[in-house]
C-alpha cells in the first residue's frame, strides 16, 4: 500500500472540496506510476489508452466553465479509473469493477465482430439512433438470425446480395 501512496493521496484530494488541482494531474501521475512500479506494460491497451484519455480529462474539466454535468462525469471517471489503477499496481488478486466492464466489452466486441456486415450495420444503427444498449442488439440479433434459420432455414439469414448492388451507393451501402 505504500507503493501507491501518491496514488491514494491524489484520489483523496479528488473527493476533497479542492479537487482541480489533482484532475489536472491524476492522467500524468497515473502514467508515471504504473510506469514506475512496473505495470504499465502489463495492462491490457484499454487501460494505457483510458490513462492517456484522463490526461486531457483532468484538464479539459478545469479548463474554462464546463458544465456541471461535464464535470461530474469528468470527475467520477477519474476516480473510478484511478481506484482500477491503485488495484493494479497493488496488484490486487480479484478483478475490479473496470476489468469486469473490459471483459463484457471484449466479450460484445466479439460478438458483433462475428455478425455479417449487414447484421452489424444494422445493430449501430439501433445503437445510435435509437438509442438501444448495445450488448441487447448484439444479442437480439444472434437471436433472430437463429430463428430466421430454424423457421425458414440456412438460406433465409444468407446475407449475399440477390441481385447485385443496384440501388446501393458505392461510398456508403446505403439503398438509393
Known amino acids: ?5 501518491r496514488l491514494q493521496g491524489l484520489l483523496l484530494e479528488l473527493w476533497s472540496g479542492d479537487w482541480k488541482p489533482a484532475a489536472v494531474q491524476a492522467g500524468e501521475v497515473m ?21 492517456r484519455w484522463a490526461v486531457v480529462t483532468g484538464r479539459t474539466v478545469t479548463e474554462g466553465a464546463p458544465d456541471a454535468g461535464r464535470v461530474k462525469r469528468g470527475v467520477s471517471g477519474l476516480v473510478g479509473l ?3 489503477v491503485i488495484r493494479v499496481c497493488e496488484r490486487a488478486p480479484y478483478p475490479t469493477p473496470r476489468t469486469v466492464e473490459l471483459r ?8 458483433l465482430a462475428a455478425l455479417p456486415e449487414g447484421w452489424r450495420d444494422e445493430v449501430m444503427r439501433r445503437v445510435v439512433t435509437g438509442g438501444e444498449d448495445i450488448t441487447h ?5 444472434q ?10 432455414g440456412p438460406e433465409a439469414v444468407d446475407d449475399a446480395p440477390a441481385t447485385g448492388t443496384a440501388g446501393h451507393d458505392a461510398n456508403d451501402g446505403v439503398q438509393a
Open 1 to 5: 500500500m505504500t507503493e501507491t501512496k
Open 137 to 141: 442488439a448484439v444479442a437480439e440479433a
Open 104 to 111: 463484457q466489452v471484449a466479450e460484445t466486441h466479439r460478438r
Open 82 to 84: 484511478l481506484q482500477h
Open 31 to 51: 502514467y508515471e506510476e504504473m510506469v514506475r512500479l512496473g505495470v504499465w506494460e502489463t495492462v491490457v491497451p484499454a487501460d494505457r489508452a483510458a490513462v
Open 143 to 152: 437471436l433472430s438470425r437463429n430463428r430466421l434459420r430454424s423457421w425458414y
